[in-house]
């Protein structure tokens, strides 16, 4: 992988078709680093579509260019299409093809010139011709800023791209509390801030944004499905497919749920899973030094950042919440 600042002096030389494209269901951070790069290459003439491998939340649909984005498992024959003819493709907050699902084996035999933009662990850098893998960064949209920055075209900054930035932003620092929120991290904000923006209304856009089955879903949660192991600072969710059911969830509904734990004095690590069609669906998040990334690829086949990670099983709820408790057991030291 050569570094991404390699593609500078083409993106200006002549328009490309392009593709954007993130990971699996997408979070505020996917969906705004993509949005975000989108209207900069667009305004810089190139044909560009984002393609999402899945749906996404409807709290993101607000973003300007959400209504274009290509949902590949709803509008197969479109995404495949216009992937088929790209140029250039963007991959951006994931660094494994594995991400993108159904979508993968296509990426993977795609000729085009391939470009990474991410933050997480253990990139697979051979996939990509350009990029740039950087885990001190808050967000893949603080790197999508650096990119727009550092490749001369600050100038294309407007309201509609400091929106979706800023909400990659506020989604992946937890509204800057998370320790990756750098002094950088405030001076970027303050750059979006001169657009003129509204950000009060972005964080409404994305955390005040539900309908009220979602609100009694979590009092239901918190009362019914949360067990707490003190014994090992841990805090596990637990939510059956009758559950999602009855409460009417949809994608989104259960995003940030695994924070709630955290706020328990003394509690290190908080764990939810969720039973999905087709997987047992892990989140994990933690406080100090328990590195969630090592666990989740150790025991749940995933990965992420160290404080932060998703995970998956193809075990039953039970089968796979008793392996919870067992590396849970095996890691007991970690967790003092
Ligand atoms: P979440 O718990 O919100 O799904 O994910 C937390 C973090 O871990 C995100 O940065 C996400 O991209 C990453 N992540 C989630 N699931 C997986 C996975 O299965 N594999 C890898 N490598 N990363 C994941
Ligand atoms: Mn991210």
Known sequence: MQPVSGIFPQLTASPRKVVITTHQKPDPDAMGSSLGLYHVLTALGHQVTVVSPT?????????PGCEKVIDFEYRRAEAEAVLK???????????????????????????????????????ETTAFHFGVSDTSKSST????????????????????VAECLYAGIIGDTG???????????????????????????????????????????????LLHRMEIMYEYNTALISIAKSDLLKFDIRTGDTEGLVNYPLTIQGIKLAAIVID????????????????TNTFART???????????????????????QKFKASIRENASLLQ
Not at 276 to 291: A, M, N
Not at 301 to 312: D, P
């Open 55 to 63: 749906n996404w939340a409807n709290f993101l649909n607000w973003m």
């Open 85 to 123: 003819q790209a140029e250039w493709l963007f991959c951006l907050d994931f660094n494994t093809l594995s991400r993108t699902k159904n979508m993968a084996s296509l990426l993977q035999e795609l000729n085009c010139t391939k470009i990474l933009v991410d933050h997480h662990q253990q990139p």
């Open 141 to 160: 949209s603080e790197m999508i800023y650096d990119f727009i920055v550092e490749s001369g075209q600050g100038a294309l900054i407007n309201v509609s």
């Open 175 to 221: 509204s800057f509390r998370f320790p990756a929120t750098t002094a950088g991290v405030h001076r970027m904000v303050a750059q979006l801030k001169e657009t003129g923006f509204n950000h009060t209304k972005v964080h409404e856009n994305i955390y005040d944004n539900f309908l009220e089955n979602r609100l009694r879903f979590i009092g239901m949660v």
């Open 276 to 291: 999905r069609d087709e997987e047992r669906k892990w989140s994990f998040r933690s406080k100090g030094d328990f590195d």
């Open 299 to 321: 025991y749940f086949n995933g990965g992420g950042h160290y404080n932060a990670s998703g995970g998956r099983s193809s075990d039953s709820l039970e089968k796979t919440v």
